[in-house]
């Protein structure tokens, strides 16, 4: 019985394949493997998907990544080199929402995948447990000015980054709704968590 990979690759390399740069071919290769891996995961895609959805071959793709793993760690690498660029890692400010969600819009597979997906791979863990140890630190630092050191503070500071993400992914899921006013309806939520977080005064002090 002939090989079923062969096949693939005897298909796609009949087609005809335009000829581009290195850089430009790991870019679609990239590219490729972003939607691939966010329709279905790290697991249940294999290089035969990522090579037919790039409408390559898996030769071509091992002439750009060793592997897998390699290639999948390449997009979540690009990933969050974008959304740095996009969102900043200093500070939270007013333009940090309005930002997160811009960098969700233009790439909502990759920042799926590094949201929802990769954190749930234990191989690429490391990744984004540094992500949410630098976002912590940020909002800690950002609320400190409004909130009083203790308990809330440090519950209000692991709460928000995590919250804003998942309010940015579940606005992608929903079709992206509104999207002149879906920050401004983010922050509104993020600032009812601030609220929360400060001492509650007792009636009559």
């Known amino acids: 019985m002939d090989n079923p990979e062969e096949g693939v690759d005897k298909a796609v390399a009949a087609q005809p394949v335009r000829r581009l740069r290195r850089a430009e071919r790991r870019e679609q290769i990239l590219d490729a493997a972003t939607r691939a ?18 409408e390559l071959t898996r030769a071509m793709l091992y002439r750009h990544f060793d592997s897998k793993a390699d290639l999948y760690r390449a997009v979540l690498d690009r990933a969050c080199a974008r959304l740095a660029e996009a969102v900043g890692t200093d500070d939270f400010d007013g333009d940090a929402i309005p930002a997160l969600l811009r960098a969700a819009a233009v790439d909502p597979d990759g920042f799926r995948l590094l949201f929802r997906y990769a954190v749930r791979e234990p191989d690429f863990r490391d990744m984004i447990d540094s992500i949410t140890a630098a976002s912590h630190e940020v909002a800690r630092r950002t609320l400190a000015r409004r909130i009083p050191e203790g308990p809330w503070l440090d519950w209000a500071a692991n709460l928000l980054p995590t919250f804003t993400l998942e309010a940015v992914i579940a606005w992608l899921d929903a079709g992206r709704p509104d999207p002149d006013q879906a920050a401004e309806r983010i922050s509104q939520a993020v600032h009812g968590v601030m609220a929360a977080a400060h001492p509650v005064r007792q009636k009559g002090l």
């Open 37 to 54: 891996f966010a329709r279905s995961g790290y697991t249940a895609t294999g290089l035969d998907d990522i090579a037919a959805e790039a």
